[in-house]
């Protein structure tokens, strides 16, 4: 059975940091591209970083690029978010998703239960 | 970048209804890269369908989609209680983009 668990959310200062992680199981994490999907209160779902499989290539939204990292250690089956700079407009929901194949194309076939960020002072 | 608009926004039905949800892109998708998703309060996302017609694992066979290169739909044969929530579509072609959602409520 494929699990997503997500770690790290909680209330953070606007311009300060913060790191989520994902402990995946259940598959074979190495094998498949990975992403982090977010949702803000009330709001629909964005797109915000993917990294492919063993080569790991990664990819941001517009709006993360220059603040956000995403990274991997397939020795620990673990996706990361490193978060920095964060805005109020960055407080969301944050899913762990995995791919549906190593690289593109690949949709989400499998997400997290989702940990809560908010960014207020 | 891929401009996906979702209608209706609301959709107000009752159980036993057939719902149709679209999806238009602004371009071609790139044939039939196009996931639908179904996500319930307080819940995260599913996957209900790829490659715009294919059912995950899982899934009723209530649930249909069909369309390509730009013009996608979500059929719900016959509407379970459980069957309303926001449905996503997003597709996984060139871009990650997700449409804006569909909400299916209970009228």
């Known amino acids: 059975e494929v699990q997503l668990l997500e770690s790290g959310g909680g209330l953070v200062q606007p311009g300060g940091s913060l790191r989520l992680s994902c402990a995946a199981s259940?598959?074979?994490?190495?094998?498949?591209?990975m992403s982090w999907v977010r949702q803000a209160p009330g709001k629909g779902l964005e797109w915000v970083s993917a990294?492919?499989?063993?080569?790991?290539?990664?990819y941001y939204a517009d709006s993360v690029k220059g603040r956000f990292a995403i990274s991997r250690d397939n020795s620990k089956n673990t996706l990361y978010l490193q978060m920095n700079r964060l805005r109020a407009d960055d407080t969301a929901v944050y899913y762990c998703?995995?791919?549906?194949?190593?690289?593109?194309?690949?949709?989400?076939?499998?997400w997290g239960q989702g940990t809560l960020v908010p960014v207020s002072s | 970048e891929i401009v996906l608009t979702q209608s209706p926004d609301t959709l107000s039905l009752s159980p036993g209804e057939r719902a149709t949800l679209s999806c238009r892109a602004s371009q071609s998708v790139g044939s039939t890269n196009l996931a639908w998703y179904q996500q319930k309060p307080g819940q995260a996302p599913r996957l209900l369908i790829y490659g715009a017609s294919n059912r995950a694992t899982g899934i009723p066979d209530r649930f249909s989609g069909s369309g390509s290169g730009s013009d996608f739909s979500l059929t719900i044969s016959r509407l379970e209680p459980e069957d309303f929530a926001v449905y996503y579509c997003q597709p996984y072609g060139s871009s990650r983009t997700f449409g804006q959602g569909t909400k299916v409520e209970i009228k």
């Open positions: 990294i492919t499989d063993s080569s790991g290539d990664t």
């Open positions: 998703t995995k791919g549906s194949s190593g690289g593109r194309p690949y949709y989400f076939d499998f």
């Open positions: 259940g598959f074979t994490f190495s094998s498949y591209a």
